[in-house]
């Protein structure tokens, strides 16, 4: 008992530094994060039901357990070309602003960990697609990841207006 005490009264233990986490993936050349705390499942890319009038970057529609859950195409939302799937690629079921959405992207990477406000703040970037988007830049290794706020990216809501362009 005595050791116990002796040990907490010397503060010799930090507190631990709250952190912050992050998915991070790939999509159309470049690497994309997104809170950790968004991301409802991660599933292996099957084909999605395509419907009529959709915006360029929603590839359809995939049944969830009963959920109907739009699939968009990262790269192309970003002004690349369309993705061709393949096995390989995944989906990325994130919640956003009126529900959840999929994201098609290359492939899941990692889970990285910032403390808690460690984010580099996003450039000012005129009339850049992606920019409007970013929650931060992670340093990681000379590059840096986009941390992208899903319900910035899409709004659901305007799937239903018939025309709905993207």
Known sequence: MELGRGIARRGAVAAPVPMDQFVCFAAGGGSYAVDILAVREIRAWTPASPLPEMP????????????????FDLARRFGGPATRPTPTHVVLVVA???????LLVDAVSDIVAVPAGGLLPAPEIERRADAAYLDGLIPQ???????????RLFDLRGLAAPGAGG
């Open 96 to 102: 956003v602003a009126g529900g959840v959405a999929g």
């Open 56 to 71: 360029p970057h929603m590839i359809g529609i995939l049944d969830l357990r009963g959920a109907m859950v739009p699939v």
């Open 141 to 151: 290794g000379e590059g840096l990841i986009a941390v992208l706020g899903p319900s």
